[in-house]
């Protein structure tokens, strides 16, 4: 890689050791792409992996130790938040070991300087990029709500590389960075008409599972379409075949025309998604071979204030069933909003329950006897089969999830 003078003298630990340390890896995640130099990046969303394993643990600390701080403003994705630890101690325990390992996380972060944010949605907490700035993010939905619908640059990285791109204020300059690997290569059209959310969630899993890693171009979506269908579409699409960046015609910013957005080129996949395709999909979203669950679990990715008030609204009067717990994931400030605003007393009154800055990801369940879950979310569904979760999926509309968990 090339390196500039400053960039040479952060390496060779001109700066600190927090520094050295982050550009070593850097560098070595440059030449393995055959990245030819650095770009300065504008912000950073960082994870925060799962608690569940120590190596977690060392990870971020091996940054925090060597007294590395964040030089761009850093968000964080969902974590274990202290204040949801033990909060149903008799039904539902987690480990100390498992607290420990979360405040350990914690606090090396917030010794390197992050905001602790701690949501999948770091674009309605204020970490905005403009279109074209290099952004340094972590959490599937994010970024692929950052390159296609902001139009702004990031690469699918993982926990460590983001630590080491906040303290260097850097990001080796390769793959979706660069202009010409962002044109479309895959031509998608919709012949359905999306009727809520989950319609989304589904179109967007298709795409993930049919085209994996490519970059669909997509023509079909309705007028109506709002920032927050993409966030779903986006995220489903992510989680079931890693589709980090997409152009919808006419709605995102690098896609005014499909000409365009394929950069002039033929598409080397074409795929059509009809009614039939979506019902199908439905199906096979939907893991569980049984009509019980344990709990209900919305929010994924977290809700806007909008979507809570609509919660609101149609949980207003009605009960959740014994038995049953109904959980909404949600980050800190649309909570905070949704209390000023009455529309959390009318959740929490119903028995459901706000479970700020986090995600059913970070909890210990492994003693819960929880089996199986219904969820209004196509990335939920399709995620929570595997480590460390293991459990089945219901995946239905957010409508059906209250009609059958509620009275």
Same mark, same amino acid.
């Given at each position: 890689?090339?390196?500039?003078?400053?960039?040479?003298?952060?390496?060779?630990?001109?700066?600190?050791?927090?520094?050295?340390?982050?550009?070593?890896?850097?560098?070595?995640?440059?030449?393995?792409?055959?990245?030819?130099?650095?770009?300065?990046?504008?912000?950073?969303?960082?994870?925060?992996?799962?608690?569940?394993?120590?190596?977690?643990?060392?990870?971020?600390?091996?940054?925090?130790?060597?007294?590395?701080?964040?030089?761009?403003?850093?968000?964080?994705?969902?974590?274990?938040?202290?204040?949801?630890?033990?909060?149903?101690?008799?039904?539902?325990?987690?480990?100390?070991?498992? #607290?420990? +390992?979360?405040?350990? $996380?914690?606090?090396?972060? *917030? =010794?390197?300087? @992050?905001?602790?944010?701690?949501?999948?949605? !770091?674009?309605?907490?204020?970490?905005?990029?403009?279109?074209?700035?290099?952004?340094?993010?972590?959490?599937?939905?994010?970024?692929?709500?950052?390159?296609?619908?902001?139009?702004?640059?990031?690469?699918?990285?993982?926990?460590?590389?983001?630590?080491?791109?906040?303290?260097?204020?850097? #990001?080796? +300059?390769?793959?979706? $960075?660069?202009?010409?690997? *962002? =044109?479309?290569? @895959?031509?998608?059209?919709?012949?359905?008409? !999306?009727?809520?959310?989950?319609?989304?969630?589904?179109?967007?899993?298709?795409?993930?599972?049919?085209?994996?890693?490519?970059?669909?171009?997509?023509?079909?979506?309705?007028?109506?379409?709002?920032?927050?269908?993409?966030?779903?579409?986006?995220?489903?699409?992510?989680?079931?075949?890693? #589709?980090?960046?997409?152009?919808?015609?006419?709605?995102?910013?690098?896609?005014?025309?499909?000409?365009?957005?394929?950069?002039?080129?033929?598409?080397?996949?074409?795929?059509?998604?009809?009614?039939?395709?979506?019902?199908?999909?439905?199906?096979?979203?939907?893991?569980?071979?049984?009509?019980?669950?344990?709990?209900?679990?919305?929010?994924?990715?977290?809700?806007?204030?909008?979507?809570?008030?609509?919660?609101?609204?149609?949980?207003?009067?009605?009960?959740?069933?014994?038995?049953?717990?109904?959980?909404?994931?949600?980050?800190?400030?649309?909570?905070?909003?949704?209390?000023?605003?009455?529309?959390?007393?009318?959740?929490?009154?119903?028995?459901?329950?706000?479970?700020?800055?986090?995600?059913?990801?970070?909890?210990?369940?492994?003693?819960?006897?929880?089996?199986?879950?219904?969820?209004?979310?196509?990335?939920?569904?399709?995620?929570?089969?595997?480590?460390?979760?293991?459990?089945?999926?219901?995946?239905?509309?957010?409508?059906?999830?209250?009609?059958?968990?509620?009275?």
């Amino acid at each position: 890689m090339k390196l500039t003078d400053e960039e040479k003298r952060m390496l060779n630990g001109e700066f600190d050791e927090g520094v050295r340390y982050s550009m070593d890896i850097l560098v070595q995640l440059g030449d393995l792409y055959g990245a030819e130099d650095f770009v300065d990046i504008q912000s950073v969303h960082g994870a925060m992996s799962y608690p569940n394993f120590w190596a977690s643990v060392e990870l971020v600390e091996s940054f925090s130790n060597r007294g590395a701080k964040f030089r761009v403003p850093t968000t964080l994705n969902t974590a274990a938040w202290p204040s949801n630890f033990n909060r149903w101690p008799d039904e539902l325990p987690e480990s100390w070991e498992h #607290m420990e +390992r979360c405040q350990r $996380m914690i606090n090396a972060v *917030r =010794k390197m300087g @992050a905001h602790l944010t701690c949501s999948c949605t !770091p674009y309605f907490q204020g970490n905005l990029p403009r279109f074209r700035e290099c952004v340094a993010w972590t959490e599937s939905s994010a970024i692929s709500f950052a390159n296609s619908v902001l139009g702004a640059r990031a690469n699918r990285i993982t926990d460590g590389i983001d630590k080491a791109a906040g303290v260097a204020g850097k #990001m080796p +300059r390769f793959g979706l $960075m660069l202009d010409e690997n *962002r =044109k479309g290569n @895959a031509l998608v059209h919709v012949e359905f008409k !999306p009727k809520n959310l989950s319609d989304y969630g589904t179109l967007g899993w298709i795409v993930g599972k049919h085209l994996g890693n490519q970059i669909p171009v997509i023509e079909g979506l309705p007028e109506s379409t709002t920032t927050n269908d993409f966030k779903v579409f986006g995220g489903a699409g992510a989680s079931s075949g890693g #589709m980090p960046l997409y152009h919808v015609v006419g709605m995102t910013p690098e896609a005014p025309t499909r000409e365009y957005a394929l950069g002039g080129k033929k598409p080397l996949y074409e795929l059509r998604i009809d009614e039939k395709e979506v019902e199908k999909a439905r199906a096979l979203i939907s893991s569980a071979k049984t009509d019980k669950f344990e709990a209900v679990l919305l929010g994924c990715p977290h809700p806007t204030i909008a979507e809570v008030k609509n919660l609101a609204d149609i949980l207003a009067g009605r009960r959740v069933k014994p038995g049953i717990k109904f959980w909404i994931f949600i980050s800190a400030d649309v909570l905070a909003l949704a209390r000023e605003f009455g529309y959390a007393q009318v959740i929490e009154a119903s028995g459901a329950e706000l479970v700020q800055q986090t995600c059913i990801l970070f909890f210990d369940i492994s003693k819960w006897g929880w089996k199986t879950i219904m969820t209004d979310s196509a990335k939920y569904a399709n995620l929570l089969t595997s480590e460390p979760t293991w459990l089945e999926a219901i995946f239905v509309d957010t409508l059906t999830c209250i009609a059958r968990a509620t009275v």
